[in-house]
């Protein structure tokens, strides 16, 4: 991190907010087929996308507001290049240091054609000359048929383990973006674990293969998107998706013991794969989501939806403190008012969107402290699994360099995480 920032940060933590981060939906356009989401190709609905001059203007006002991540997401935002690079670089020169966007990989497909590799270096060399810093791929399964037919997208595995050298020699280090699904622990609809022990034990073997998976296939870095089954419009839950990355479908549909116990089974296994791939998925969070579920105190961090963290939609352009409370229309983001957002907010926990519960929670507690110090140091002090946890997601995140997609990883510090 720059002086600058820290000095940016800083200045934010003492207003009370953390370090704005807008996620910026280019397209509701997508090729894909994903169960698990209402953006898929086979949907019937008109595509959307937005005009060049609304990014720039949502991204010169970020700037100016001091935002410090943008993300370009869609749909499928490598279905417009030309475009997406165009944006990545405005969002740089605007001066914004965390720029993200990812792939379903559909580019990955054809690898045994020929020009395979001329291919997939233009696009590496393309998103390279960009201040890009994160891009991720999207993996639902550690068994490539499963993923390729949920995904839609035959051969695209292959595809992936040949075009991450080529993204490394580039100076870009993908991710792995696991959105946690059913089929992760190989059960299959209608035949679904209900006992407690041996849905968790499924999921601790699911999660292992997916990290065996990821590094096998050349990954040095992994996330995980948690379950994003929300009831739709009209059905009397609070929330309303403008996102529409969510479906009720029983793959991504999970009871909360059911959740309890995957969130259990992730807390558990990334220790041993810290040492192997920087995987960013902080156990302080699957700890505050596994206590928010069983109802244990202390709480989980509010979430910062709605005052540091918004998303615009492709169909309106407009506004929303996230992509699924759609009930709440900020309007355009050049307008929003930096001090507004705080009048619309209120202590959300209503989702587990992980793009903004996981930050959420992993600055709650500096922002109790600059808040409410004495109650922060005594919750610090008594709360010991939960302050073991941050400090070493802390300690972590320092030697994955702040999972900086475009360094290597540091093998020597990480290798201090070895099990
Ligand atoms: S999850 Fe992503 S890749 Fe899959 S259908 Fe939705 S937008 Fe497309
Ligand atoms: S928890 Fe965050 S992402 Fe989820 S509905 Fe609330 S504000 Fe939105």
């Given at each position: 991190m720059t002086e600058a920032l820290w000095f940016q940060t800083i200045r934010n933590i003492w207003r009370s907010r953390i370090p704005g981060q807008l996620i910026i939906q280019?397209?509701?356009?997508?090729?894909?087929?994903?169960?698990?989401?209402?953006?898929?190709?086979?949907?019937?609905?008109?595509r959307?996308?937005?005009?060049?001059?609304?990014?720039?203007?949502?991204?010169?006002?970020?700037?100016?507001?001091?935002?410090?991540?943008?993300?370009?997401?869609?749909?499928?935002?490598l279905l417009f290049l030309d475009d997406l690079i165009e944006m990545i670089r405005y969002a740089g020169h605007a001066g914004i240091p965390y720029i993200r966007t990812g792939t379903n990989g559909f580019v990955f497909m054809g690898s045994d054609k020929k020009g395979f590799n001329s291919r997939i270096e233009r696009i590496a060399h393309?998103?390279?000359?960009?201040?890009?810093?994160?891009?991720?791929?999207?993996?639902?399964?550690?068994?490539?048929?499963?993923?390729?037919?949920?995904?839609?997208?035959?051969?695209?595995?292959?595809?992936?383990?040949?075009?991450?050298?080529?993204?490394?020699?580039?100076?870009?280090?993908?991710?792995?973006?696991?959105g946690i699904n059913r089929n992760l622990a190989g059960e299959v609809a209608g035949n679904q674990r209900t006992e407690p022990d041996a849905f968790h034990q499924?999921?601790?073997?699911?999660?292992?293969?997916?990290?065996?998976?990821?590094?096998?296939?050349?990954?040095?870095?992994?996330?995980?998107?948690?379950?994003?089954?929300?009831?739709?419009?009209?059905?009397?839950?609070?929330?309303?998706?403008?996102?529409?990355?969510?479906?009720?479908?029983?793959?991504?549909?999970?009871?909360r013991i059911e959740k309890t116990l995957l969130y259990r089974a992730l807390l558990e296994t990334i220790p041993y794969y810290r040492s192997r791939i920087r995987i960013f998925t902080p156990r302080t969070s699957l700890l505050a989501l596994t206590r928010q579920l069983t109802r244990q105190m202390p709480e989980s961090h509010p979430c910062r939806g709605g005052?540091?963290?918004?998303?615009?939609?492709?169909?309106?352009?407009?506004?929303?403190?996230?992509?699924y409370r759609g009930h709440t229309d900020l309007g355009g983001f050049e307008e929003l008012n930096p001090s507004q957002p705080l009048k619309n907010s209120r202590d959300c926990r209503e989702c587990d969107w992980e793009c903004f519960r996981d930050p959420s929670e992993l600055m709650g507690p500096v922002l109790d402290m600059r808040n409410h110090p004495v109650q922060a140091i005594k919750r610090l002090a008594t709360d010991r699994t939960y302050t073991r946890l941050w400090l070493?997601?802390?300690?972590?995140?320092?030697?994955?360099?702040?999972?900086?997609?475009?360094?290597?990883?540091?093998?020597?510090?990480?290798?201090?995480?070895?099990?």
């Open positions: 280019m397209t509701d356009a997508c090729n894909a087929r994903c169960p698990q989401c209402g953006m898929r190709v086979t949907e019937d609905f008109k959307s996308r937005l005009s060049l001059d609304t990014i720039r203007r949502s991204i010169d006002a970020a700037a100016e507001k001091g935002f410090q991540a943008i993300s370009f997401t869609g749909g499928e935002p393309a998103l390279a000359d960009t201040p890009i810093r994160n891009f991720w791929i999207s993996i639902d399964s550690a068994v490539p048929e499963v993923h390729e037919s949920m995904r839609g997208l035959p051969g695209v595995i292959d595809g992936i383990h040949k075009a991450l050298p080529i993204f490394h020699a580039s100076g870009i280090y993908p991710s792995a973006n696991l499924d999921y601790r073997s699911g999660f292992n293969r997916f990290y065996r998976f990821v590094c096998d296939l050349g990954f040095t870095m992994a996330n995980c998107c948690y379950p994003m089954s929300i009831p739709g419009r009209g059905t009397g839950s609070g929330l309303s998706p403008v996102y529409a990355a969510t479906a009720t479908d029983d793959i991504v549909n999970f009871s005052i540091d963290f918004f998303f615009i939609d492709a169909k309106t352009g407009h506004t929303y403190p996230c992509g070493e997601d802390l300690r972590y995140y320092q030697a994955c360099g702040v999972f900086d997609g475009r360094k290597a990883p540091d093998q020597n510090r990480l290798r201090q995480y070895a099990l």
